[in-house]
T-cell receptor, first 117, second 110 residues
Framework: GAVVSQHPSRVICKSGTSVKIECRSL??????MFWYRQFPKQSLMLMAT?????????EQGVEKDKFLINHASLTLSTLTVTSAHPEDSSFYIC?????????????FGSGTQLSVL | SQKIEQNSEALNIQEGKTATLTCNYT??????LQWYRQDPGRGPVFLLL?????KEKRKERLKVTFDTTLKQSLFHITASQPADSATYLC?????????FGTGTSLTVIP
């Protein structure tokens, strides 16, 4: 089946720095990727929908200037957490949909645990 | 906005029994409903999809039902095993929208 690769798996950074997370679809083209945030023992919260070649669509309450999304190619989307603060510490997960798969399922990356000191 | 709730945050059952998880939703009309499994520190993995015009789907020991009148889906794991212990998420979708439920943590006791 389709594979989504997400890097890094874990990052620790100082407050005020920016962190970039990459999400790649390895064996299929993903015109759309999704970025989620998950707090411990809570469900996935959709942050934004990333569209190849156009601006991302952000969910209500998610700051677009804080969470920069770039989807420059059909296989790569990046999420940059700018000027990170401790409250940004969370588990970030990307996902993509293989449109050739009629099951319409999402393939998820393995997630990135961000810890901001 | 849509609201998706799953039964009890945690569910403990004895090995060999059938686990039943529920997913209730409001303010949304999904074209399909999916169930995912998530292990700690990992991304969710797709298990089953059921469409709005389907009543039931089966896959090995898994069974999903979908009642669009009640706005509810039931997810059953028969002959449960300790390896089934994980968090299970339901997700509702229509076109390019996906929204996840709160998740249920299942523990199968040997």
């Amino acid at each position: 089946g389709a594979v989504v690769s997400q890097h890094p798996s874990r990052v620790i950074c100082k407050s005020g720095t920016s962190v970039k997370i990459e999400c790649r679809s390895l064996d299929f083209q993903a015109t759309t990727m999704f970025w989620y945030r998950q707090f411990p023992k809570q469900s996935l919260m959709l942050m934004a929908t990333s569209n190849e070649g156009s601006k991302a669509t952000y969910e209500q309450g998610v700051e677009k200037d804080k969470f920069l999304i770039n989807h420059a190619s059909l296989t790569l989307s990046t999420l940059t957490v700018t000027s990170a603060h401790p409250e940004d510490s969370s588990f970030y997960i990307c996902s993509a949909r293989d449109w050739t798969d009629r099951n319409e399922k999402l393939f998820f990356g393995s997630g990135t645990q961000l810890s901001v000191l | 906005s849509q609201k998706i709730e799953q039964n009890s945050e945690a569910l403990n059952i004895q090995e060999g029994k059938t686990a039943t998880l529920t997913c209730n939703y409001t303010n949304y009309s999904p074209a399909y409903l999916q169930w995912y499994r998530q292990d700690p520190g990992r991304g969710p993995v797709f298990l089953l999809l059921i469409r709005e015009n389907e009543k039931e789907k089966r896959k090995e020991r898994l069974k999903v039902t979908f009642d669009t009148t009640l706005k509810q889906s039931l997810f059953h794991i028969t002959a449960s095993q300790p390896a089934d212990s994980a968090t299970y998420l339901c997700a509702l979708g229509r076109r390019n929208q996906f929204y996840f439920g709160t998740g249920t943590s299942l523990t199968v006791i040997p």
